[in-house]
């Protein structure tokens, strides 16, 4: 039952409040502005820094607003002479102790101190400061704490015991002077810390920041979730991870359907740029975020996701969509979603571009695949397999009323260097391509890849399923710059694969017209000059060879445009689109993928198909509003507790099958982790958003 | 807290001195205004200026001031070497003085037309309570005459149709919200915290060898977005710059040791070479330069003794730091904040007992340092620097018994151009044709300056070109909306 409010009237305002709430919330809320330091929403009140006092008729003194309980009749006046000699008085004795730093200070704007400074109007020259010259601690991971600068105010203690009940933080007096830190002034990975930041966050001066450069981009409230910033598709990463902790995965996954639908896809292969970002990184090791994912897709029994996921009715309008690929199938998807009628069209035998054809089946099942992409057909999308459009007309012809182009960069090159066009010598993508369509490909005994990235082992780590005996990868990186995955790496060369880095190929060897070796140089130095070409210093003298009788190029791939789709181009041969609208150079043609964006991950084109859905689909007259909330609400426990050990925890490590065993076959590699291994995984997450949860403390320019 | 409205008669971007001074002066003139600021705090670098130039003014009369327009223009053009707009240098200067008077009627309060250095005319109006009570007064009056400010929403872009400005769009907590306007007044303070652009247009590179103070979040979204909607370029590499020791999260603005190390003693590259005459660092822009000659290294030395620290200590400055500590202030803290630098190991702040042992600390081949002090120390026995002649008043030798040394650097206080206007500050195009309803102010506007500051015959003259600016933005605004 609601308590029936208290009339009390503020400056000559009626007012109305919950009784026993503060009198200082109450003015806030009434848009009435009472400074305060001290006082923070998301706290119980203090009553230490005596700027929110106030006159209320029949009570002595001046009363501080925020521990004052609202009383049915109260007359509160938050302006007067006295008041503003008495908060003029408490914010001389604030800033008496804070180090005057505002010039170089990165709260500066941000800051409480700074803001209050100015309302009240303090002179600070009447102000004798009193330096503590206490020393900075920038010891700890994230944060960075300068007591010189702490008012005293006590918010971060009590965020880290009343709000997050983790309670490390305490009052310490040296010398004459108190500041705050751990209990025995250990590290606050000693003292137990969970790293969660609400320090950081109530924080009114610059005593407590994050590290400078941590957090990125323009966006404070992005870059302090890094995970689901850098997540091309934005996926809520600290919300599925907290579902998985909690052992709902069917939630985790609905989440992560909430962006794209391909989660269980994304576990085994994506290229996971958030683990970089993840703020954990700098404790110790990063959260398995991408294990985590494969673990909570293979977990969704009943499919939760589901029950929010039915197309809108019907519009009336018809898209085709251009290739089967993540991008072309992320498209077809939600503009399915949004009510209109889809048809993808796929010139290869079966759905799913490079899912099904580039990357091979010990990496990613092709169940898995089978699986995801029923589930788009389930929504009501129309694959039509081994047809190849030529002209964009024909569709429009047909009734279509937009197009989506995702056709993908399946064109593989090979270096113009003698010899490259003997027998022996195959471009990745038609051998990944003949591997993945079963078709008998066939490598000889010593097979030499040429280039450094992901697709390159695929093709080596194919070749040595094949039966190759040796198998080298040979690259103008150095080692250390190879654009190959690192676990892709270290599993091919567990398989055996030789890699030979920092060298250049100059010609390929021949035998009667058949492959006999690679001739390389080493290599000093490569790099893209200002104009981006590519530059190599090679060795003098270094001409070496390597023996080979199959040569297979992995240095990039293109997009096939064909022609006949009237669509201008930018000059490294991709689609062009306008930066703002997504369009393509013709009304109603948008472009997603690898097409677009030239050989990228699995999330790009994931994020890219999404982008073009939302464009079509405002094109078509909707409100390209994808996104849907597929998962429960829940809020987050913002209740930590204290863990001792927790930043020491490491990350639970992938288990591979065997290599010996593996090479013998396509089965995958990497072992999903189990339900102990996920819960441990799991617990691990900082929580980081957790933080934008807390009440941000309006200034008084915003009233 | 303000909802975001549909529509105004004029957005201003940035809620500095320029942008207050606008919207009020807009205001008051009938025209519905709207103040973006994308920090949750008002005010910007304008909180920090503690006085502001004019001549003329009602002040300087009656105090026998008698520095005139005439002769500020003068110095003003002479200093630039005429690089500087002479018709925004002239409108600027003229209306100093009224500026004044406007400011005293919104309710600021001047304490003083004085000065902060040596042999400069009196045209710094002092502020009670800085440039914080200038924001709050400004900002307190544009409320009541029915200004919308809006903390914590960037502009993002300039929305211009047929060529004329028709409103900006607003990043309301990442969704992109448009508001149309006819005016926008573009005031966001420069670019000095984007590093790219500062090596771009300087050379320098930012954090390393030249350090911004008081600026925050200054990403040059002012230039960029009037550079889209069509601006040309102006003024785009000036800089306010001075040289500070020591610099550091651990130093307080304006701390004793800062103090000491800003005085006219001895002052070493990091080779342990003279590199000035001292005595410069009574003028800010001739200090930065001659700091900023030794960009390579990143910072110099300032080196004193005990003899110094008594003299500081008894006889107080000999150059003052701002307006708070004039000549004549002791450092009564410097003693113990040396301590303190040196206790919490501080790599900005050394002490030795002995000249190598300085020298060895801050890397300094020992030779060269002494070398250095010796012939220091001549030039003061003799009363005559024969290297940079400078003035014998500051010529006081080390002796020790210990000796200190106190790591420089290039600091800078702002970015002083980019967007390029005329005298009406409306901007400019690349034909130097007028974009119908933009106008600029402040730091994003160029041509006030050549390419360095003129502190010494206009000490003042960045926020008052602020102030100034944004007033007369205001009233060509007003007109141009029919007002």
Known sequence: MDEPLAALTIDGRDVEARPGAGVLQTALEAGIYIPHLCDHPDLPPYGVCRLCVVEIDGVAGLPASCVTPVVAGMVVRTRSERISAARRLAMELLLAGHQADCGTCQKYLNCELQSLKQYLGVEELRIKRHAKLLPLNSSNPLFVHDPNKCVLCGRCVRACWDLRGVGILYYRKRGDEFYIDTAQGTSLAEAGCRFCGACVEVCPTGAMQDKEGLIKGDNRKAGLVPCKSTCPAEIDVPRYVRFIREGDYPAATAVIREKVPFPHVLGYVCDRPCEAECRRREINEPISIRELKRFAASHDEGGLWRERAAPKDPTGKRVAVIGSGPAGLTAAYYLRLQGHEVTVFESLPAAGGMLRYGIPGYRLPRAVVDREIREIEEAG?????????????????????????????????????????????????????????????????????????????????????????????????????????????????????????????????????????????????????????????????????????????????????????????????????????????????????????????????????????????????????????????????????????????GRAADTCSPPEERVRSFCEVVRSMDQGAAEYESSRCLQCDLRLKIKTVDFWGSY | ??????????????????????????????????????????????????????????????????????????????????????????????????????????????????????????????????????????????????????????????????????????????????????????????????????????????????????????????????????????????????????????????????????????????????????????????????????????????????????????????????????????????????????????????????????????????????????????????????????????????????????????????TMGGIKVNERLEVLDKKDNVIPGLYAGGFDAGGMYGDSYPIKSSSGLASAFALNSGRLAGMGALKYLGK
């Not at chain 1, 464009?615 to 429960?632: C, F, H, Q, T």
């Not at chain 2, 630039?80 to 005293?104: C, D, F, K, Y």
């Not at chain 2, 603005?253 to 003693?265: H, I, K, S, Y």
Request: aromatic share 8%.
């Open chain 1, 381 to 649: 999308v129309v694959i039509e397999t081994g047809v190849r459009i030529e002209s964009l007309d024909a569709l429009f012809e047909q009734g279509h009323d937009g197009v989506v182009v995702a056709v993908g960069a399946h064109q593989g090159q090979k270096l113009r260097i003698p010899g490259a066009g003997s027998r022996g010598t195959l471009v990745s993508t038609d051998f990944l391509r003949e591997v993945n369509l079963g078709k008998d490909a066939a490598v000889g005994r010593r097979v030499v890849v040429l280039g450094g990235g992901n697709v390159a082992f695929d093709c080596a780590r194919a070749a040595r399923r094949l039966g190759a005996e040796e198998v080298f990868v040979a690259c103008l990186e150095c080692r250390e710059e190879m654009p190959a995955a690192d676990d892709e790496i270290r599993q091919g060369e567990e398989e055996g694969i030789i890699i030979r880095p920092s060298r250049t190929s100059t010609r390929i060897l021949t035998e009667d017209g058949r492959v006999a070796g690679v001739e390389f140089l080493d290599v000093n130095a490569c790099y893209f000059d200002e104009d981006g070409f590519p530059q190599i210093e090679a060795v003098e003298g270094s001409t070496h060879l390597v023996e080979a009788d199959t040569v297979i190029f992995a240095i990039g791939q293109r997009p096939d445009i064909p022609d006949g789709f009237d669509l201008a181009k930018t000059d490294r041969g991709l689609i062009e689109l306008d930066p703002l609208t997504f369009s393509s150079s013709r009304e109603g043609v948008f472009a997603a993928g690898d097409a677009v964006t030239g050989t990228a991950s699995v999330i790009k084109a994931i994020a890219s198909g999404r982008r073009a859905a939302i464009a079509m689909d405002r094109y078509l007259g909707g409100n390209g509003r994808i996104d849907r909330k597929l998962a429960p609400q829940a809020e987050p426990q913002g209740r930590l507790g204290s863990e001792s050990g927790f930043a020491a925890l």
């Open chain 2, 1 to 414: 807290m303000g909802a975001i409205p549909d529509k105004t008669d004029a957005a201003v971007v940035g809620s500095g001195a320029t942008g207050l001074a606008a919207a009020v002066t807009l205001a008051e003139g009938g025209a519905k205004v709207v103040v973006f600021e994308k920090q949750r705090s008002l005010g910007g670098t304008s909180n920090f200026f503690q006085g502001t130039f004019a001549v003329e003014s009602e002040m300087q009369r009656g105090r026998y001031v008698d520095y005139t327009r005439d002769q500020a223009f003068k110095n003003t053009m002479d200093y630039s070497h005429w690089r500087a707009n002479p018709r925004l240098v002239r409108t600027i200067i003229n209306e100093s003085g009224p500026t004044i008077a406007w400011l005293q009627a919104q309710g600021v309060v001047f304490t003083e037309a004085t000065i902060n250095m040596p042999d400069a005319p009196l045209t710094y109006h002092v502020i009670k309570g800085k440039g914080e009570a200038v924001v709050k007064t400004l900002v307190d009056r544009a409320k009541a005459k029915g200004v919308t400010v809006l903390p914590g929403t960037p502009v993002t872009s300039l929305l211009k149709e047929g060529g004329r400005i028709a409103g900006v769009i607003v990043d309301a907590d990442g969704e992109e919200v448009e508001v149309a306007a006819r005016v926008a007044v573009v005031a966001t303070g420069g670019f000095a915290n984007n590093k790219e652009w500062i090596k771009k247009y300087t050379g320098f590179e930012l954090g390393v060898d030249l350090i911004p103070v008081g600026n925050t979040g200054k990403t040059g979204d002012g230039l960029r977005m009037a550079w889209e909607a069509g601006a040309a370029e102006e003024g785009t590499g000036t800089i306010e710059m001075f040289r500070v020791a020591p610099v550091g999260d651990e130093f307080a603005m304006g701390c004793n040791l800062e103090q000491a190390a800003a005085q006219p003693d001895l002052w070493v590259t990091a080779r342990g070479e003279r590199f000035c005459d001292e005595a410069i660092g009574f003028w800010d822009t001739p200090v930065g330069n001659a700091q900023a000659r030794y960009k390579s290294d990143g910072y110099t030395f300032s080196i004193f003794d005990d003899s110094i620290v008594r003299r500081l200590l008894e006889h107080g400055l000999d150059k003052g730091v701002g307006i708070d500590f004039p000549p004549g202030y002791r450092l009564t803290d410097l003693p113990r904040e040396i301590q303190a630098a040196i206790d919490n190991g501080s790599r900005q702040v050394f002490a030795a007992d002995s000249l190598d042992d300085l020298a060895a600390q801050i890397e300094i081949e020992p030779a060269v340092l002494q070398a250095t002090v010796e012939q220091y120390n001549r030039y003061c026995a003799q009363g005559w620097d024969e290297l940079f002649a400078k003035d014998r008043r500051y010529l006081c030798p080390l002796v020790g018994p210990r000796f200190y040394a106190v790591r420089a650097r290039a600091v800078f206080l702002g």
